[in-house]
């Protein structure tokens, strides 16, 4: 659940690079993600619209997020601080829960 928590916070905001499985690179607006990891750009742009032609007219795109490779964030998208936090908070109630 860290992920997907993370992922809603970024909601809204551009320049979200997602690398497929596949070697398709899209760049866009994050616009909405589930829980399963699944993806929603809008508007979408193709990195190398040479090589896959065929995508330069999609404007919106879901990705199942089992086909995603790598998701790339601006730097400044990214609270670290609050990140780090939520990463301490999921492995103190790990180990509480796990006896340790």
């Known amino acids: 659940m860290l992920f997907f928590s993370f992922f809603t916070t970024l909601i809204g905001k551009p320049n979200l690079t997602v690398e497929l499985k596949n070697g398709v690179i899209l760049t866009g607006t994050l616009h909405s993600v589930d829980q399963f990891l699944n993806i929603k750009l809008s508007p979408v742009s193709v990195v190398d619209g040479d090589k896959y032609p065929h995508l330069l007219g999609v404007t919106s795109v879901f990705i199942r997020g089992s086909v995603v490779r790598y998701v790339g964030l601006p730097k400044e998208a990214v609270d ?17 829960v796990g006896g340790e």
Do not use: C, F
């Open 80 to 96: 670290t601080e609050l990140l780090q936090d939520a990463t301490r908070r999921t492995v103190r109630e790990h180990r509480s």
